[in-house]
């Protein structure tokens, strides 16, 4: 089955820094996604983002298909983004995704 | 706003108990998901329904079951409580492939 890795696992960062978290799969996919825990458990669903790029606010994501990675970037991060990052991929699957191990982010004021 | 509903934020069972963790959702979605998280290990899919009275094995079934009579709830069952099953365990509809969860019930077992 589809193996996903995510990295870096940990990441701390001040406040207004910049961040690049990387999501590699192990076979072709058409459907990934990016996820968000807060420090209360909740999963926000971030990207539905099986190829090309989206952004939303400071968020944007690339996903290159053809070579089996996404990248989610964080622009002027804040304190409310720190948090466990998922990328979960699947492919004609009826949306059942493996979800990678994540990237647990901290930002510091 | 997709609405996914689980009825317990915290569950405290005794071992060999039944166990009923409840979800709802609120937006008509074909697909139901159960995960359970556990640290280390991620998310792990437990099963999945595509339709009322469907459903199918995910990767960790054994020691669950599901229940889906109506299309917006999608029951976990723990037929039998056991310490290994103390875990967070999430809801998930989807919609278009996009992934929507609930708020996650953390179910200690004793």
């Known amino acids: 089955g589809i193996q996903v890795e995510q990295s870096p696992p940990d990441l701390i960062l001040q406040e207004g820094a910049n961040s690049t978290l990387r999501c590699n799969f192990s076979?072709?996919?058409?459907?990934l996604q990016w996820f968000h825990q807060n420090p209360w458990g909740q999963l926000i669903n971030l990207f539905y983002?099986?190829?090309g790029t989206k952004q939303n606010g400071r968020l944007s994501a690339t996903t290159v298909a053809t070579e089996r990675y996404s990248l989610l970037y964080i622009s002027s991060s804040q304190t409310t983004d720190s948090g466990v990052y998922f990328c979960a991929a699947g492919y004609n699957q009826g949306g059942k995704l493996i979800f990678g191990q994540g990237t647990e982010l901290s930002v510091k004021p | 706003d997709v609405k996914v509903t689980q009825s317990s934020r915290y569950l405290v069972k005794r071992t060999g108990e039944k166990v009923f963790l409840e979800c709802v959702q609120d937006?008509?979605?074909?697909?139901m998901f159960w995960y359970r998280q556990d640290p280390g290990l991620g998310l792990r899919l437990i099963y999945f329904?595509?339709?009322?009275?469907?459903?199918e094995k995910g990767d960790i079934p054994e020691g669950y079951s599901v229940s889906r009579e109506k299309k917006e709830r999608f029951s976990l069952i723990l037929e039998s409580a056991s310490t290994n099953q103390t875990s967070m365990y999430l809801c998930?509809?989807?919609?278009?492939?996009?992934?929507?969860f609930g708020s996650g019930t953390q179910l200690s077992v004793l």
């Open positions: 937006m008509d979605h074909e697909n």
């Open positions: 329904s595509y339709d009322v009275k469907m459903k």
């Open positions: 076979d072709s996919v058409n459907n």
């Open positions: 998930a509809s989807n919609e278009d492939e996009k992934l929507f």
């Open positions: 983002i099986p190829s």
